[in-house]
């Protein structure tokens, strides 16, 4: 399997609406997070429209505000689903979301913005490479931001 831990450094953007241009990428996800010892963990599959199917498992901790520790690992579709068992067991925690992901290439960053399924709300996050780096956000994501969100829960 395919393990990856890096230091994430994101800043989230809430937005009125999706932007107005064609992304270069579509994914549907599906998000399960279970509680488990204490520590939320979480299941997700990803169906692209660009690299088909995948299933991750991902650890998030927060080190500041808008700065995780990210660590992932890829699952086989039997980890996946018994990730789902756990969170579907009398008595356990957990959450899920799903979410269409709208990526957008950037020179040689990227924005993802997140359609929530269910509830009316639209999640642009891009990802930097440094705590201080400034943020040149595109016309199609620009016009569209109500606040920053980066941080909230």
């Known amino acids: 399997m395919n393990r990856r831990m890096h230091i994430e450094i994101e800043r989230k953007f ?24 204490g520590i939320w963990e979480g299941a997700s599959t990803w169906f692209s429209d660009v690299d ?8 998030k901790k927060s080190v500041s505000k808008g700065v995780n520790i990210e660590d992932e690992k890829d ?9 789902i068992e756990n969170c579907q067991m009398p008595g356990s925690e957990s959450r899920f979301i799903s979410k269409e992901r709208h990526i957008y290439k950037d020179g040689d960053l990227k924005w993802e913005v997140d359609k929530f399924d269910d509830i009316y709300l639209i999640i642009a996050e891009i990802e930097i490479p440094k705590k201080n780096h400034p943020i040149v956000f595109p016309d199609y994501i620009s016009d569209l931001v109500l606040l920053q969100v980066t941080g909230l829960k």
Do not use: A, C
Not at 52 to 59: A, L
Not at 75 to 83: G, H, M, V
């Open 14 to 37: 809430n937005l009125k609406s999706m932007p107005n241009v064609d992304p270069d990428e579509i994914v549907k996800i599906d998000q399960w997070y279970w509680k488990n010892n």
């Open 52 to 59: 088909g199917n995948k299933w991750m498992h991902t650890i």
């Open 75 to 83: 699952l086989t579709l039997d980890e996946y689903n018994r990730f």
